[in-house]
């Protein structure tokens, strides 16, 4: 923090361009601040980037501080407030990013993407949604995409002699059968809340299309009360009540990967989860993702529903954003890094190292050879069928209405409340 | 405390002295009273500024918005919820610590061979961060992975933080384990300061040691159990950072006490005008209740507990 602020101070009292009295060691000049998140293996390649980008640009570098995801979350929201929030902002877009547009703490990018048009060109289109509040850009799409998919253990569905489920139907049929054999048919890290959400977010689109959450999202009065809403939460709660959950999953949670454990372990025959846990199941689970006993496939379709089977939900990408309140010099900075390293085939390489697809177009030439190839494709398949890429709810929405989505989403799924007053409750906070 | 260990002046002091020492006194306040007043009371009345506002916490316009946070929070169903969770964590951990407390205090104030020792490894949760502890009582108490789950032992392998009641008692017994340790501390020192000859005059009426310890010991320890409860009723109405890394309020809201719910409004919900109006509520209960404390101590806090030792 205290480098930031003492370059931000140093340009104000030299006024004007080419201020060296911020030179520390070797090249000098100002520099740019960014923050971001901690674990491994991501950890590391935001980090390399920001080297390459250092080594190249020695009079105008990134100082990088990394934080927890939790800690993150409430960290950069207070020091945004307090006027001290690093030059680069890292997020995940959507409802979050619409609250600094609306405080006037970022940056609009518009412009310079036209500008850019070979910068914009670089990066799938569909990633755009979530960095564009009110048809202007304010962040760059980054990293990689992470839709949700239903992972499954190909050993637990041995043991019972089933397939894996191709409609809802099959799903509620499989519980019966996993719990005889003292398999959980669901793993999920309830505590976590949003992890519950997954599954409101595939249940919603399968059964009424994205219409269902869209007029949600449009602020429409009542839109938590359509009858397919109601339907989606009733069926809901009849596979928690049919015990298609673990036992105890509402005190899981999915920040310290137990979740993801109890999959691999066998304890549990299927999650729904993020693109991200491949790597991490990979990377704790033994021998269990390289001897081929991870299957995945895209959340089945329900029963009469509505909605496209090959639409996903997820996160369409992570976003940087540049703070309005930067000087003009850090401005440049996070600019040129934009351009440069975020979007270079060395970045697309090494995202694509950690089991992820990125978000830079072109990246399917870095698959081959690797021994994640399959999921790879995967991944691609199902972001280029889908026609909508639903983004994650309570990134989506406002923070004050995703707070309270997300506490009603526990409460539904500890059958404390029911689907017409999960509906009553929401609707409540409709366009807040 | 200061009751209890200062055996207070009988009559007033010289007069010479008093004067002399006045000017002097006032002066060496001052540090404290700014500190205080920087870090406690300016705070505080931006505290309750901040609850007849509107504002995301982002940016730099705060609107005075009159009572709408207010009414907001009093209206919310929420409110009363998370008030019964504080109130009933706070009477049972009460109800269990103060027992304990007392029991393991007067034993722990005895002269045996190996109480220092075992009086040193007893001190050990007070070393740990909350944090800490509630990571590793979620890591034990796992229902797949912990300990009943390990060991085997069905009765362990209960969903301990997953159902409502259950998860209470988890928390009330997690605060307990920390805290006991800290209030038998108190208790040791406040019954090592009970004079012997008050102990050797009622073995020598033939009394026993439950009747030593009902009509000697608790009478002459109830300022440190005054201090002890105050410090648990006001401690656990700012309990958070074991709970908040515990259960994060679950299961549903079974856990969600008012500082976890000012917290949540504030930080995750971006509104600090209800959060900052379920501050001034905490801060208000917590002096009501420790004014309550005090009362119970009687009016005459000068009186004498040592009279006739």
Redesign the interface.
């Known amino acids: 923090m205290g480098l930031p602020l003492g370059a931000a101070l140093a340009a104000c009292g030299t006024s004007g361009p080419g201020s060296t009295s911020t030179s520390g060691g070797g090249g000098g000049g100002a520099t740019a601040s960014y923050w971001y998140l901690s674990t491994e293996p991501q950890e590391g390649v935001r980090r390399r980037t920001m080297e390459r980008f250092n080594q190249a640009n020695p009079n105008g570098k990134i100082v990088g501080t990394t934080f927890q995801n939790d800690a993150f979350?409430?960290k950069i929201?207070?020091a945004?407030?307090a006027?001290e929030a690093p030059t680069i902002i890292w997020g995940w877009g959507g409802g979050g990013l619409r609250?600094?547009v609306?405080?006037?703490?970022v940056e609009d990018l518009t412009s310079w993407f036209d500008e850019n048009a070979a910068v914009k060109d670089k990066l799938f289109p569909s990633s755009f949604g979530a960095a564009t509040v009110d048809g202007k850009i304010y962040a760059i799409p980054c990293e990689t995409m992470q839709p949700i998919v239903l992972y499954y253990d190909k050993r637990a569905f041995e043991k019972i002699g089933a397939e894996p489920p191709q409609s809802w139907g099959d799903i509620m049929d499989l519980v019966p059968k996993f719990n005889a054999k003292g398999i959980a048919p669901f793993s999920l890290g309830?505590?976590s809340r949003w992890t519950n959400m997954m599954w409101l977010e595939f249940l919603f689109d399968r059964m009424g299309g994205p219409e269902v959450f869209q007029a949600v999202f449009d602020a429409e009065k009542d839109a938590w009360s359509n009858p397919v809403a109601i339907d989606a939460l009733t069926k809901m709660q009849d596979l928690i009540k049919a015990d298609g959950f673990?036992?105890?999953?509402?005190?899981?949670?999915a920040d310290s990967n137990?979740d993801q454990?109890?999959l691999y372990t066998g304890?549990a025959a299927m999650m729904v989860h993020g693109g991200w846990t491949y790597g991490s199941m990979k990377q704790d689970g033994g021998d269990f993702v390289s001897s081929g006993n991870l299957g995945y496939m895209n959340f089945p379709p329900i029963d009469g529903g509505k909605g496209d089977p090959g639409n996903t939900v997820g996160n369409p990408g992570q976003y940087m954003s540049i703070s309005a309140k930067a000087t003009a010099e850090q401005k440049e900075i996070a600019k040129k890094f934009f351009s440069t390293e975020v979007v270079s085939d060395k970045s697309a390489e090494e995202w694509v190292g950690t089991g992820a697809v990125p978000v830079i177009k072109g990246s399917e030439k870095f698959f081959t050879g690797s021994e994640d190839a399959d999921f790879l494709n995967f991944v691609v398949g199902i972001a280029n069928n889908a026609k909508v890429f639903q983004q994650s709810w309570d990134q989506a929405l406002?923070?004050?209405a995703?707070?309270?989505l997300l506490?009603n989403i526990?409460?539904l799924f500890?059958l404390?409340i029911g689907p017409q007053e999960f509906a009553t409750n929401m609707n409540a906070v409709i366009g807040k | 405390m200061s009751t209890i260990v200062t055996v207070p002046p009988r009559g007033r002091p010289p007069a010479a002295t008093r004067v002399r020492g006045s000017g002097s006194l006032v002066w060496l306040a001052v540090p404290a009273l700014l500190v205080f007043l920087a870090f406690g009371v300016i705070p505080l009345l931006g505290v309750l500024a901040l609850s007849f506002t509107t504002w995301d916490g982002l940016s730099q316009d705060i609107s005075f918005s009159g009572l709408a946070s207010w009414s907001a929070v009093l209206s919310d169903p929420g409110l009363p919820h998370a008030l019964w969770v504080t109130f009933l964590i706070m009477a049972l951990s009460w109800l269990v610590q103060t027992p304990a407390s007392i029991l393991i205090g007067v034993f722990l104030a005895g002269h045996q061979r190996y109480r220092t020792l075992i009086a040193v490894l007893y001190f050990i949760p007070l070393l740990l961060s909350s944090a800490a502890i509630a990571i590793t009582y979620k890591a034990l108490l796992d229902p797949n992975f912990g300990l009943g789950a390990g060991l085997g032992l069905d009765f362990l392998a209960q969903d301990w933080l997953g159902e409502g009641p259950l998860a209470v008692g988890v928390v009330i017994f997690v605060v307990s384990w920390q805290f006991i340790p800290f209030h038998s501390l108190l208790y040791q020192g406040g019954v090592r300061q009970i004079p012997r000859s008050m102990y050797e005059a009622a073995e020598l009426d033939g009394a026993g040691r439950v009747r030593k310890f009902f009509s000697i010991t608790l009478p002459q320890l109830k300022y440190t159990i005054i201090t002890s409860s105050t410090l648990m009723v006001v401690g656990s109405l700012t309990l958070f950072d074991l709970i908040f890394v515990l259960t994060a309020g679950g299961p549903g809201d079974a856990t969600r006490v008012l500082a976890l719910d000012m917290y949540k409004r504030g930080y995750q919900a971006n509104l600090m005008g209800p959060a900052s109006a379920i501050a001034v509520i905490l801060v208000l209960v917590g002096l009501a209740l420790a004014l309550v404390l005090r009362r119970l101590g009687g009016r005459d806090a000068s009186a004498s507990q040592l009279e006739g030792a």
């Open positions: 979350k409430t929201k207070t945004i407030g006027g609250s600094y609306q405080a006037g703490q309830g505590q673990i036992k105890g999953f509402s005190s899981i949670t137990a454990a109890l304890k406002s923070p004050t995703a707070e309270v506490d526990a409460k500890q404390s």
